[in-house]
Nanobody, 121 residues
Framework: QLVESGGGLVQAGGSLRLSCAAS???????IGWYRQAPGKQRELVAGIGSDGRTKYADSVKGRFTISRDNAKNTVYLQMNSLKSEDTAVYYC??????????????????WGQGTQVTVSS
């Protein structure tokens, strides 16, 4: 089970760090951070493999950084230079990945509650 935390209200240009805490070991699984804005489809924001390789959506490249601390069974999403369009509920979930450079990504299991990120302009 994965539990998200760290969301909040921040001004544009600010930063937040989201945490995704696992109830078990995370060192062998791939994890993705997704987000869903009102009226929009859920989208993959960033992902990290067991080998530390990462994948980012074009919209967040250079601003967001995904990382993992296997000792703490936690995956983080550091979000800098936040924009109003980053406002969404953010979710983490185990994912299945295939293809070159995370070409195909499928969420595995159930979605958690998510954590709300609101960026004011």
């Amino acid at each position: 089970q994965l539990v998200e935390s760290g969301g909040g209200l921040v001004q544009a240009g600010g930063s937040l760090r989201l945490s995704c805490a696992a109830s078990g070991n995370t060192f062998s699984i791939k994890i993705g951070w997704y987000r869903q804005a009102p009226g929009k489809q859920r989208e993959l924001v960033a992902g990290i493999g067991s080998d530390g390789r990462t994948k980012y959506a074009d919209s967040v490249k250079g601003r967001f950084t995904i990382s993992r601390d296997n000792a703490k069974n936690t995956v983080y999403l550091q979000m800098n230079s936040l924009k109003s369009e980053d406002t969404a509920v953010y979710y983490c979930i185990r994912v299945s990945v295939s293809g070159i450079n995370w070409a195909y990504v499928l969420p595995i299991g159930s979605w958690g509650q998510g954590t709300q990120v609101t960026v004011s302009s």
